[in-house]
């Protein structure tokens, strides 16, 4: 059977590779830091030496829109181009074209439907930054195939923070189940609290940093009681309009465990507080 041997957690800010690589003169203060925290980042994945990524990240209406909005997607393409227009001109991300794995999406998809989980699919799925930001930033060489998972965090009425996990741990033990001898990789993004065209979106920090804080130890902890005891589609709305972004580190929690991380480290971003979570396989899923 395949082998789980990381899951990634992270934000994904699209502006990275702008604010990393423009002339020094012109870079913002954090952005040598920013980085060596990157690239310390991409080393808990090198050294797992994956064959397969299996990615979760969620679409910004760029192909998705509230005319046919699945709550939860699976790619199926043998090649999955990226990204859209406007993510070229303001964030500076050039184009990309990834390999996908029919193979392995085809029973990931068949699986998490034996699981109750009815998964929507795309042949001709593009991808966007929510997926090509950790590729950027842990495996900017493109040289391994993915399988893309889109969840939908922007369109209410949303999944619940439990259905998030459940789907999680459906993602562990369809991994734990695929018949092939390759290492898999589970890389997923969101955001911590994040106000996106709001009035606390240019705060110096995100727009709630008691809610980062706990959010980072709950994470570090491995602690999903305590998120669901805490995290509401309400209370996150209430840390920026954007927050539920959560979501998604929610569900690679279920891929990974619940166990504690092996790896959390983050930087304050002005608007944002960038987060930064590895966790290594202890066991398969139960």
Not at 219 to 248: E, P, Q, Y
């Amino acid at each position: 059977m395949a082998q789980l041997v990381a899951t990634l957690a992270s934000t994904h800010h699209p502006f990275y590779l702008k604010a990393t690589t423009l002339p020094p003169e012109q870079q913002m203060p954090q952005a040598a830091e920013w980085k060596r925290k990157v690239e310390a980042y991409r080393e808990t994945l090198a050294r797992t030496k994956p064959d397969i990524l299996v990615m979760i990240g969620s679409d910004h209406f760029h192909q998705i829109f509230l005319d046919n909005c699945p709550q939860f997607l699976i790619g199926k393409a043998p090649r999955y181009d990226a990204i859209f227009y406007n993510e070229e001109r303001e964030f500076g991300i050039p184009k990309y074209v990834l390999e996908g794995d029919e193979a392995m999406s085809g029973f990931m998809h068949q699986h998490l439907m034996d699981q109750d989980f009815d998964f929507a699919f795309s042949n001709e799925l593009k991808i966007d930054h929510s997926i090509i930001c950790p590729i950027i930033t842990v495996r900017p060489q493109n040289d391994l195939p993915v399988v893309p998972i889109y969840t939908n965090i922007f369109a209410p009425p949303l999944a619940s923070p439990r259905r998030f996990y459940n789907l999680g741990r459906a993602i562990r033990k369809a991994i734990d189940a695929y018949p092939s001898d390759k290492r898999i990789a589970a890389i997923g993004t969101g955001h911590l609290s994040l106000e996106l065209g709001g009035p606390r979106q240019f705060m110096e920090t995100g727009p709630d940093p008691e809610f980062d804080h706990r959010a980072i130890e709950w994470l570090r902890n491995g602690d999903i009681d305590a998120i669901l005891d805490n995290v509401d589609h309400a209370s996150m709305a209430k840390s920026g309009n954007a927050t539920h972004g959560f979501l998604n580190f929610i569900l690679m929690l279920g891929v990974a465990g619940p166990e504690g991380a092996d790896y959390v480290d983050n930087l304050d971003l002005f608007h944002t507080m960038e987060a930064y979570f590895t966790w290594y396989p202890k066991e398969s899923a139960a």
